[in-house]
């Protein structure tokens, strides 16, 4: 099993920064993507960022240019800096992490982690 422990939400006043930060532990092989997406209250989940094992990223509109995603694949942990932040960055964040077996991947999400930004 694999486990991801997310920290950094919090509240912080627009224009602010946060940095969130997701450690995977457990029985963990290969990581292949890992990413960061958000719930806003009465809306979808969306992809903010995403970072592949080769390094590869991928951000949504809404966060590009403020927002960057990185990883230290040593400590199986994906982060994301959150700079500029806007009263429409608040949401639930959650990191997303596929692992890679010989049996096949699997896909663990985080517990989420609240980041509140006020006007």
């Known amino acids: 099993q694999v486990e991801l422990v997310e920290s950094g939400g919090g509240l912080v006043q627009a224009g602010g920064s946060l940095r969130l930060s997701c450690a995977a532990s457990?029985?963990?092989?290969?990581?292949?993507?890992m990413g960061w997406y958000r719930q806003a209250p009465g809306k979808q989940r969306e992809l903010v960022a995403a970072?592949?094992?080769?390094?590869?990223?991928n951000y949504a509109a809404s966060v590009k240019g403020r927002f960057t995603i990185s990883r230290d694949n040593a400590k199986n942990t994906v982060y994301l800096q959150m700079n500029s932040l806007k009263p429409e960055d608040t949401a639930v964040y959650y990191c997303?992490?596929?692992?890679?077996?010989?049996?096949?991947?699997?896909?663990?999400w985080g517990q989420g982690t609240l980041v509140t930004v006020s006007s």
């Open positions: 997303n992490t596929e692992h890679q077996y010989e049996s096949g991947t699997l896909v663990v």
């Open positions: 457990g029985s963990i092989f290969s990581i292949n993507a």
């Open positions: 970072i592949t094992s080769g390094g590869s990223t």
